[in-house]
T-cell receptor, first 118, second 109 residues
Framework: DAGVIQSPRHEVTEMGQEVTLRCKLI?????LFWYRQTMMRGLELLIY????????DSGMPEDRFSAKMPNASFSTLKIQPSEPRDSAVYFC????????????????FGAGSRLTVL | GDSVTQMEGPVTLSEEAFLTINCTYT??????LFWYVQYPGEGLQLLLK?????DKGSNKGFEATYRKETTSFHLEKGSVQVSDSAVYFC????????FGSGTKLNVKP
């Protein structure tokens, strides 16, 4: 298996532009997580899905951020309009079954998308 | 609520030194515990895990024991190598994954 695949790996854009980050899950996994990593705030969970349904989006910073899962294997995270404070590394991760019940589910992370907003 | 606290870094060691990175947790239930490692420019990778009290997870010479009485899951390695230089994250999973803030390890030759 190729693992969790994210694109683009690097994105540089100007303030106000729309940014779309993409993620392909591991085949057979049905939980999908979007994280953001910065030096100041560390690793933050933005949103997660089980079986294509958003379960917890309390970490999404504001309405400029949106995430979708149009099918079982693919997700997008969109920022519109982007701001310099959105500069971070965005990680997608997937797991085989939904979290819960003290499970030993392992998250598998993608390599990340480094976003720079000028 | 559930949370994970790990020692702040950076931790700087010489090659072949003994490593301990402390991790304690707070949980309302009985979570599974994990250590993830992040090498520069990469995503987080699972290093080891333990799913119940007294379990020991181990991998690549690293090990950690799930201590319910002290709510701890300290990471240890007997002899570190330069290639172990990375950021290490402690995490727990019960209803949701919670990650610690990460501890950067620098190993000097």
């Amino acid at each position: 298996d190729a693992g969790v695949i994210q694109s683009p790996r690097h994105e540089v854009t100007e303030m106000g532009q729309e940014v779309t980050l993409r993620c392909k899950l591991i085949s057979g996994h049905n939980s999908l997580f979007w994280y953001r990593q910065t030096m100041m705030r560390g690793l933050e969970l933005l949103i997660y899905f089980n079986n294509n349904v958003p379960i917890d989006d309390s970490g999404m910073p504001e309405d400029r951020f949106s995430a979708k899962m149009p099918n079982a294997s693919f997700s997008t995270l969109k920022i519109q309009p982007s701001e310099p404070r959105d500069s971070a590394v965005y990680f997608c991760a997937s797991s085989p079954i939904g979290t819960g019940g003290g499970g030993a589910n392992v998250l598998t992370f993608g390599a990340g998308s480094r976003l720079t907003v000028l | 609520g559930d949370s994970v606290t790990q020692m702040e870094g950076p931790v700087t060691l010489s090659e072949e030194a003994f490593l301990t990175i402390n991790c304690t947790y707070t949980a309302t239930g009985y979570p599974s515990l994990f250590w993830y490692v992040q090498y520069p420019g990469e995503g987080l990778q699972l290093l080891l895990k333990a799913t119940k009290a007294d379990d020991k997870g181990s991998n690549k010479g690293f090990e950690a024991t799930y201590r319910k009485e002290t709510t701890s899951f300290h990471l240890e390695k007997g002899s570190v190598q330069v290639s172990d230089s990375a950021v290490y994250f402690c995490a727990l999973n019960f209803n949701k994954f919670y990650f610690g803030s990460g501890t950067k390890l620098n190993v000097k030759p």
